[in-house]
């Protein structure tokens, strides 16, 4: 948790979660229902948005979804 | 000036994101004009060429700065210009102003000059009883509005029309409420028709300095420096010692490159040479140092020295599209403004290379192919170990480079802020993290990975 302290999400916080809120909303518009990848900040940053407005849009790692059984 | 000097960039970020419908406005300006880059750029087979072409021609000019300068020079003086070196902005401003009072000039209309922003003329000579009028439309703008410019070629791309529409209404007197941008401009066009016809001074920048011939070549939309240029007495041109081209031939490459990467145009519609004055006519250049042989000696970051201006790094950097100009309180902004600052002042610039996700498009937009995420990169390393770094950034890294640096830190680090995030959440949601306050943190997972997969490892 700690390595998040110095990075731009909290430094830029103002323009970092503008750019979420915009990727998001990027995904929405299209009728994404999962958001998948596999890089883990970004995973994270978007999941908080996501969750603080209550979205149903849910967030899975791609190992998520490889490891899942049919 | 309105802007204050003291906030970083990050406060002057959070204070523009606030209008968010004003942001998105301006995020998708900025970003239609970067799509316009794209389909000009690929309308030409040669794009790549011409790009590394240009590269090659300035990394050579940077290179061999000193036998372009004296030729310039020299092909200047031969063509009857006179030239004048200057040091650093005082010595730059101390040089127009004497040159006005020697004619007995008070006014003086100036177009297509960040130069001479980045050293505070107008204030300077205002200060000693000369006016200056900023002829440029966008430029216009902002000075009457007594604004910086926030992007080099669109200076007032952060305003909305109705906010134009307003000053005008202040300054020039147009009807309340009037924001038709065709209306505005000839409203403009003809307070400036009289501004070119009425100055005998007129000061412009230079795009690209020939060191063959002595000319310089100056690219606008609105022909304002030529209508200040043809009708004055005494023309001054200050330009920054990297404008040079080694020859004539080589504006073919740049002349192409430069309003294609600005605004998606083939070519600016005027693009003015400047030679030789006419009869009776004073001709003056000012060669302007002002920090760029200080950056020129950094090895990694002289390449910056071969910017062009075109602002397409502004246009398609994230961070820049969603915080604005303004926000990174230095003449030039955007990415490339955030490698020159710190060159000028590290102490006062110190969060600007801070200010990007160091994606890297503007590296992949920039017509001279200038590394300008690395060298932003490389900048954070350099102001760390300068001691400019925010406290919090420093003390971050002290505790990551702790929890990487052995396994068992590693794995107790994840195990108390598992602890944490089950048991006392509060500890970690609350104000005093900048995480929280538009974005929850996880709920965190049962057990590490480490854990999980020594579980199933067993089960097989």
């Known amino acids: 948790m700690l390595w998040i302290w110095r990075n731009f999400c909290v430094a830029e916080e103002a323009v970092s979660v503008k750019m979420g809120k915009d990727r998001v909303t990027d995904h929405t518009k299209h009728g994404a229902e999962y958001i998948t990848s596999s890089d883990l900040s970004c995973l994270m940053h978007l999941e908080g948005i996501l969750h603080r407005n209550k979205s149903a849009v849910k967030i899975m790692h791609i190992a998520e979804i490889l490891n899942a059984e049919l | ?460």
């Open chain 2, 1 to 460: 000036m309105k802007q204050t000097k003291t906030k970083d960039h990050a406060s002057l970020a959070e204070a523009f994101i606030k209008d968010e419908e004003r942001v998105d406005w301006h995020d998708g300006a900025l970003w239609f004009i970067r799509q316009k880059r794209d389909i000009a750029s690929k309308q030409i087979p040669e794009w790549e060429q011409l790009r590394e072409a240009a590269s090659t021609i300035k990394s050579n000019v940077i290179s061999n700065l000193h036998d372009y300068l004296l030729q310039f020079e020299a092909n200047l003086t031969r063509n009857g210009v006179t030239v004048h070196w200057a040091a650093d902005a005082d010595e730059h401003n101390a040089i127009v102003y004497s040159i006005l009072k020697a004619k007995e000039i008070t006014q003086m209309v100036k177009s297509k000059s960040m130069l001479t922003e980045e050293c505070q003329l107008n204030e300077y000579l205002e200060e000693r009883g000369i006016e200056v009028i900023n002829s440029d439309l966008g430029e216009y703008i902002q000075q009457i509005d007594k604004e910086p410019p926030s992007h080099i070629v669109l200076p007032c791309i952060h305003k909305r029309k109705e906010e134009i529409g307003e000053l005008f209404h202040e300054h020039l007197g147009t009807e309340k409420g009037m924001s038709d941008p065709t209306q505005l401009t000839r409203v403009a066009r003809k307070h400036l028709r009289n501004v070119f016809l009425t100055r005998r001074g007129a000061l412009t920048g230079v795009n690209f300095a020939v060191a063959e011939t002595g000319e310089y070549v100056v690219c606008t939309n609105e022909g304002n420096a030529d209508m200040g240029a043809h009708l004055s007495e005494v023309q001054i041109a200050s330009m920054g010692l990297e404008k040079l081209i080694p020859q004539k031939k080589h504006l073919s490459i740049f002349l192409r490159l430069l309003a294609r990467s600005a605004t998606g145009q083939p070519i600016t519609i005027y693009s003015s040479h400047y030679k030789k004055p006419r009869p009776g006519q004073e001709m003056h250049l000012i060669l302007v140092d002002a920090g760029r042989t200080r950056q020129l000696g950094r090895v990694d970051f002289r390449d910056s020295l071969k910017c062009i201006k075109c602002g397409s790094c502004m246009n398609t950097c994230p961070v820049y599209r969603k915080s604005g100009g303004l926000s990174y309180h230095n003449t030039i902004s955007g990415p490339i403004g955030a490698i020159l600052a710190p060159n000028l002042d590290m102490k006062k610039h110190a969060d600007l290379p801070y200010a990007s996700t160091l994606c890297g498009s503007c590296s992949n937009v920039c017509p001279v192919k200038i590394n300008i995420h690395g060298q932003l990169y490389k900048w954070r390393q350099e102001i760390v170990k300068e001691g400019y770094a925010a406290n919090t950034k420093a003390l971050g890294m002290k505790a990551m480079a702790w929890t990487l640096s052995s396994p068992g830190n590693f794995t107790s680090a994840g195990n108390a802020g598992r602890w944490f995030m089950h048991n006392i959440p509060f500890v970690v949601n609350n104000r005093f993290n900048p995480w929280y306050k538009q974005r929850d943190m996880p709920e965190g997972p049962k057990e590490s990975f480490a854990a999980w997969y020594a579980r199933n490892e067993k089960k097989e």
